[in-house]
Every structure is written in C-alpha cells, then in structure tokens.
C-alpha cells in the first residue's frame, strides 16, 4: 500500500527523470504550496456554491414553481457572462505569467487594460439584452407557471451586470498573482450579505417586505456591489502598496495594446470555449426543462450538489492555474507540470469524501431543499448519479486549469465545443426522447460528456505539449 501511495503521489514518480530541468522540491513542500493557494480558493469556491445552495433552500418554501423559475436564470446569465469569463482566463494566465518573470509593471497594465475593456463590454452586453428578458427566458425553457417568476429575477440581477463583471476581473487577477486569501475574503463578504437579505426579504422578516423571487434578486444585486467595492478596495487603497498588484486612478488607463493582445491571445480561444459552453449548458437546460416543473425542480436540486462538487475542483484548479503559469514564467516546465499533477491528486482525494456523502446521505440532502414528495424521490434517485461524477468532474476541472494557465487554451475550447456543445446535447436528446428515460436520459448523457472531457484533456496535460505556447 505504501509502494503504491508512493507511486500515486510522491514528487519524484510524478515527474521522470529525462523530463527534469533542475531540482525538484520535495513531496511535502510540493504539496504545501499547493495547499497554501488552494486552501483559500476551495473555501471560497465552496462559500459561493453553499451560499447559492442556501438561497435555493430560502426559496423553496415558494413551491417548486419558484425552484424551477430561479434554475432556469442560471444558463442565460453565464451566457452572458461568457465574454468577461473568457477574457478572465486571459487575465489569470498572463498575470501570473508576468508574475513568474518578475514583470511587475506589464501585469498592471494588463489588469488596467482588461478593467477598462470589460467595463465598456458589460455596458453594451446589459442595454441590448434586458430589454428582451423576456423572449430569453422563454427560450431557456420556461413555462406558463414560471416565465413571470424567471423575468423579474433575470431583470433585477443582471441590472448589475458591469460591477459583477468588474469583480470576476479584479479576483482573476488575484489569482493569477496566487492571492486567493482576498478572493476569498471578496465572495466571503458578499455572500454573507446575500444570505442575510434573502433571510429578511424574500419571505418578509423584522419589517421588511415579503418580495418572494425578486426579494431573493435584490439580495443578490445588493451582495454583488458589495463584493465589488471590497474588491475594489483590494486593489486600489494603501495597503496594497508594495503588493504585486496595486492600481491608482492616476495610472495611465489607456488600452496597450502589448497587454491588449497578450489578453486576448489567451482569451480569445477561451471566449469559444466559454460561448460552447454555455450553449451547450443551454440547450441541455431546455431539453431537460421539457421534462416538467417537477423533473426540472429536481434537477436543479441535483445541480446544486453538483456546483458544490464542482466548485471544490474549480477552487484546486485555481492553486494548479497559478502555479503552471508562474513556473512557465520561470522556465520551468517541469514544476508547471508537477504542480498541475499534484492538484489532480488532491482534488481526486476529495471526490471520494464528496462520492461517499452523497451516497449515503442523498435523501436528507435533497429534503433540505424541498418538502415536495415528488421532487425528492425523484432527486434522491438522481443522486447516485451525481455522485458517480465527482472523481472525473474534479480531475477534469483541475488538469483544464492548468492547460489554461500555460495558455493552452485553444485545445481546451475545442475539447469543450465537442462535450459539452455537441456529445452532451445529442445524447440528452436521445436518452430522453428515443430511449425514454426522462431526468435519468439527461444526466446519463451528463456522465457520457464528462468521460469524454476527462480522456481529452488529461492525454492533453501529459503530453507536455502546452509547455511551448507564448503568452
């Protein structure tokens, strides 16, 4: 067993000899500089799924109705918000590109020139979209009993939209430099305001009007200017003066175009990525949102569990994003590639705990969300699949990272229009409409997307292929 721990994890089996440039740090340091940006990432990555997880538990109450309507919001707002993901990657890879040389300056200007571009994007992308909430809500899948309930909370939420934006940027900066304390102090502070304005305003409590749904928005566009202005604060008062990163309103705020196209070199391949993506999520909402009210209110309680899995992957891929890059920026490939390795090997770890709660405790879990018989015999069975996706979601979460901290992220978009876009979509539509198996057809194809992806990009990492590319 040992032999065998040894082989998995140890530093030295993880990277053979004839790939080494120079020493390699020992397993328990490898491990430790990891852990010191993970921790912070997973905490906050996990804060903002149980936050989102509370919400939908202050919401249930309302029926499955208002579950289904809040759910359905979800993939046109990402789709929005595909550009400014996709220019983020950009910002995290060549921050912490920038970081590994030694080029304070460049990495400022790049956060600068991002800043101003996302502001302006965000702008246009919230005045030609909000006034056909609407028709976009009904081409999510809503329904009669819930189309209302969909549009006033899409209306509310991305009214905010631009400081939202802002936010994701200045926090994929802080990442890219390894300052995952921040961030997560960023979505701490927001989320608790989130949860304490969805306690008092969507049923009415100590005086305050019961909104329902749209007191459930409000709180949400409240926690967003929040979590902007501490971000802001970040980045921008006298503490961080002497840090890596620190902005002044007297720097020069002119796009450059050297920042400009380091940026969009990384983002724009992550831009296609971003936009299959969330078509691909679309499409696959609809489908399942044909279902019913009932399956499709199960369904999001299932989703829930899945974000928060995910959400843990996503917060290691972060340590694995940063240190990939800072170490290519250091001309040391093969610690970018240890370090991608050893936060797949954590994240692993912990899909077993995540796969063996939800196993046991699917039930109860699910009746937390809802008391509608229905819904939880139905999620509750769906769980099981939920659970078989937690040791390739987290593996393919993290090994996808670290591709997109070497800047690799055109393979990663290409991977990703192929699963989710195409694999999943055509599959879903099989299972439930020629094979009959209604929610389960839907997360079977799910399973068969993830399978896929995972193959794709961990042949991909080992390569070493994405160590060449130029950011």
């Known amino acids: 067993m040992r032999t065998l721990f040894r082989h998995l994890f140890s530093a030295e089996k993880l990277i053979p000899e004839r790939m080494r440039i120079g020493d390699l740090p020992g397993t328990r340091q490898a491990y430790k500089d990891v852990l010191t940006i993970a921790l912070p990432s997973v905490a906050e990555m996990v804060l903002v799924s149980l936050v989102g997880s509370i919400d939908l538990m202050m919401i249930g109450p309302l029926g499955p109705e208002a579950i289904a309507a809040v759910g359905l919001t979800g993939q046109p707002r990402m789709l929005l918000l595909s550009v400014f993901f996709a220019l983020n990657v950009g910002v995290t890879a060549v921050v912490a590109r920038r970081r590994g040389e030694g080029r304070q300056k460049e990495a400022n200007e790049a956060v600068r020139s991002a800043l101003v571009i996302i502001l302006l994007l965000s702008v246009v992308v919230m005045a030609g979209v909000l006034p056909f909430s609407r028709q976009l809500m009904a081409l999510a899948g809503a329904q009669a009993d ?4 969909a549009t006033t909370y899409f209306l509310i939420v991305s009214s905010v939209m631009p400081i939202n934006a802002l936010t994701i ?4 900066a802080q990442r890219g430099v390894g300052n995952t304390r921040m961030t997560l102090v960023v979505n701490a502070v927001s989320n608790v305001v989130s949860v ?15 909104l329902g749904v749209a007191g459930a928005a409000i709180a949400t566009a409240i926690a967003f200017v ?3 202005l501490v971000s802001l604060h970040s980045v921008f008062s006298k503490k961080s003066v002497g840090r890596f990163l620190h902005l002044r309103l007297s720097d020069s705020w002119k796009l450059r175009k050297e920042s400009v196209l380091s940026i969009t070199r990384v983002g724009g391949s992550a831009m296609f990525e971003q936009l299959a993506m969330r078509v691909g999520f679309l499409i696959y909402t609809r489908l399942v949102a044909d279902l019913g009210t009932i399956a499709f209110a199960a369904h999001q309680v299932c989703a829930q569990f899945l974000n928060m899995s995910f959400s843990f992957g996503d917060g290691i891929g972060v340590a694995g994003t940063a240190l990939v890059g800072q170490k290519l920026g250091q001309k040391r490939p093969d610690l970018a590639m240890l ?4 936060s797949q090997r954590m994240a692993l770890i912990g899909a077993v705990v995540i796969l063996s709660t939800i196993v046991l405790l699917r039930y109860p879990l699910v009746s937390l969300f809802t008391d509608d018989a229905q819904v939880i015999a139905l999620a509750g069975s769906v769980m099981l699949m939920v659970a078989a996706f937690q040791p390739m979601q987290t593996s393919a979460v993290v090994i996808s990272g670290a591709l997109r901290g070497a800047g690799d992220t055109r393979y990663v978009a290409a991977v990703m229009l192929l699963c989710v876009a195409l694999i999943r979509p055509v599959f879903t539509y099989v299972g439930i409409h020629f094979i009959g198996l209604g929610l389960f057809g839907a997360w079977s194809a799910s399973l068969i997307d993830m399978a ?8 991909r990492f080992n390569s070493g292929k994405w160590a060449s590319i130029r950011v």
């Open 169 to 172: 940027c200045i926090n994929a």
């Open 339 to 342: 370090y991608g390795k050893i």
């Open 452 to 459: 896929f992806r995972l193959t794709a990009v961990y042949k």
């Open 196 to 210: 304490v304005l969805n306690f008092l305003l969507i049923q009415g409590r100590l005086g305050f009007p019961a």
């Open 226 to 228: 929040v979590g902007f």
């Open 146 to 149: 819930t189309i209302d309930l």
